[in-house]
DNA sequence: CCATTAATTTCAT
DNA sequence: ATGAAATTAATGG
């Protein structure tokens, strides 16, 4: 099935809209839970991650998003706050385009609003699946359905060969376990024959 | 090199 | 089986 990339707008477009690209040192938060949403965010450069913070302050990451992603458009249907934090992963470029600006593009040019229905749901989709498996009290579930999701973003589907650009302590915070674990599981996982594992690198 | 960050192992529960 | 702490490995300057 082919991925939906949420929601990559032609630069141009957003700039000829009164777009700013801003600069994001690593770690710097974008928006923090609780803000108003006043923007549309699409990532140039670089890396951003959502977040929360549990009651013992352990980190739950929504989502990792990359290049000519966008992200926290949803809160701009809505009178909702954020609740969830946004924070550049590394030093990134993104582009913002202040909200009424945002539904002036998008009324004048409708298409995009049918591209917006499509990601959302793409989002609601892959969001539900993720619920299910981090239902799950297997670990070894919670990172099948992880890796589900992260591959269905890759275009072509290649046996074991997609690499997941991700940390065993960021894999550990997008599932609710504990960085032993998925360091555990993952080896059961080679064993089995479910992954490739080649120097620190996850293949899928 | 040293400092920082990530991966893995050890050890107790 | 799980997690905190210690150890080892890698990465970046």
New binding site residues.
Partial sequence: MKTISCMNIDENLLYSFGAEGRDYKKREPVFKEGDHALYYFQINEGRVKLNNYNEDGKEFIHNILGKKQSFGEAMLFLSHNYPINAVSLEDSRIIRLPKNNFFEMISQHPHLSLEMNACLSQEIYYKLKMVQSLAS?N?MQRLIGLLDYLKSYHDEDCHHCFHIA?????IANLTG?????V?????KMEKEGSIT?Q??KILY
């Fill in positions: 009290q670990p991700f940390t065993r302590q960021q376990l504990r960085v032993e674990t360091i555990r599981t993952l080896k594992l120097d620190q």
